[in-house]
């Protein structure tokens, strides 16, 4: 089982990754319609995406050889983007495994960026999480999630918010493997006790819930859906045990509240979201996360825009 990052593990990568993952604004969603709802706007990182604060973290952790070695993850989207572009900083090569069916809004830039892009199917891709390896990925894996580097570089988000808003009462995270939320539940949990940190997911891809629901890792039959970002069939075993400790439980939403989400932030916060950022809205919009200075983390922002024009569009 993966250990918990500790206070000094965030505060450190804070300091490692100055310059290079910006300091995201928070914003009162909407004080009228939405009192006490704040946005922490990820989506406005350098990449599209929060994950480059724990690539550039574990990037910073590797020796000489290691980074010249090149660079490789395993990734729906956003982490691989993260790893390519700092692999195109560092000029070295770069290796990304994907799921077939990956958004173009994602791997395009990825591929812009000089990057190799594998695609395999979803469970083999899964299959490469879980072994933190594949045979087409050369050079240094980079854990999209499972590392203490990357969960490090994750928690900066809890300093952040902790900083702006100092009596948060709640926090609502998006849940894929789980590396951004456990990373910000430990600078948050450090530093404010009482704080609540909620995962969000989604109906047909909430392994988390269920697994709550069980009182152990299960599986369940994952329905893929234009939330992309997160969501899969299970949890990585080692990531439970942190998981189920440091959470205060799962918000479940549904594929039609993220859309509703995604429109409140184009409309009031002038914000384009991805699915999985705006399921953390979602969620909090729910009230299951209860009353108080409640931030949503707005993951990342990548969607192919003819999807987003469709839920745009919608009344």
């Known amino acids: ?125 899964w299959q490469a999480i879980e072994e933190g390896s594949h045979p087409a990925a050369s050079g240094t894996f980079l854990h999209a999630f499972a590392s203490g580097p990357m969960m490090a570089g994750n928690g900066t988000i809890g300093l952040e918010l902790l ?42 891809a909430a392994p988390l819930s269920a697994s709550h629901a069980a009182g152990r890792p299960v599986t369940i039959e994952h329905r893929r859906s234009f939330v992309d970002g997160i969501g899969s069939g299970g949890l990585l075993s080692a990531m439970w045990p942190l998981a189920s400790s440091v959470l205060d439980g799962s918000i479940v939403v549904s594929l039609e509240e993220v859309a509703a989400a995604m429109r409140v932030l184009a409309s009031r916060g002038r914000v384009v979201a991805e699915g999985a950022g705006a399921a953390a809205l979602a969620a909090a919009m729910s009230g299951r996360a209860g009353k108080g200075p409640i931030a949503a983390v707005i993951s990342g922002g990548n969607i192919d825009r003819p999807v987003l024009a469709g839920i745009l569009g919608q009344p």
């Not at 993850?73 to 983007?81: P, Y």
């Not at 998006?174 to 109906?203: H, M, N, Q, T, Y």
Request: some cysteine; aromatic content about 4%.
């Open 163 to 204: 900083e702006d808003l100092p009596d948060l009462a709640a926090v609502v995270v998006p849940f894929g493997g789980g590396g951004l939320s456990c990373g910000i539940a430990a600078a948050v949990k450090a530093l404010s006790p009482d704080a609540r940190v909620f995962a969000a997911e989604v109906e047909g």
């Open 1 to 125: 089982p993966l250990a918990p990052v500790t206070l000094d593990d965030v505060r450190a990568a804070a300091e490692r990754i100055r310059g290079t993952a910006v300091r995201t604004p928070l914003l009162a969603l909407d004080a009228d319609a939405y009192p006490g709802l704040h946005v922490k706007l990820e989506n406005l990182q350098p990449v599209g995406s929060f994950k480059l604060r724990g690539a550039a973290n574990s990037v910073a952790a590797l020796d000489a050889g290691q980074l010249s070695a090149g660079l490789a993850t395993a990734s729906a989207g956003n982490m691989a983007r993260a790893v390519a572009w700092l692999a195109h900083v560092h000029v070295v090569d770069c290796t990304v495994i994907v799921p077939d069916g990956a958004p173009a809004a994602k791997l395009d830039p990825i591929r812009a960026l000089g990057a190799e892009i594998v695609p395999v199917p979803f469970e083999r891709w």
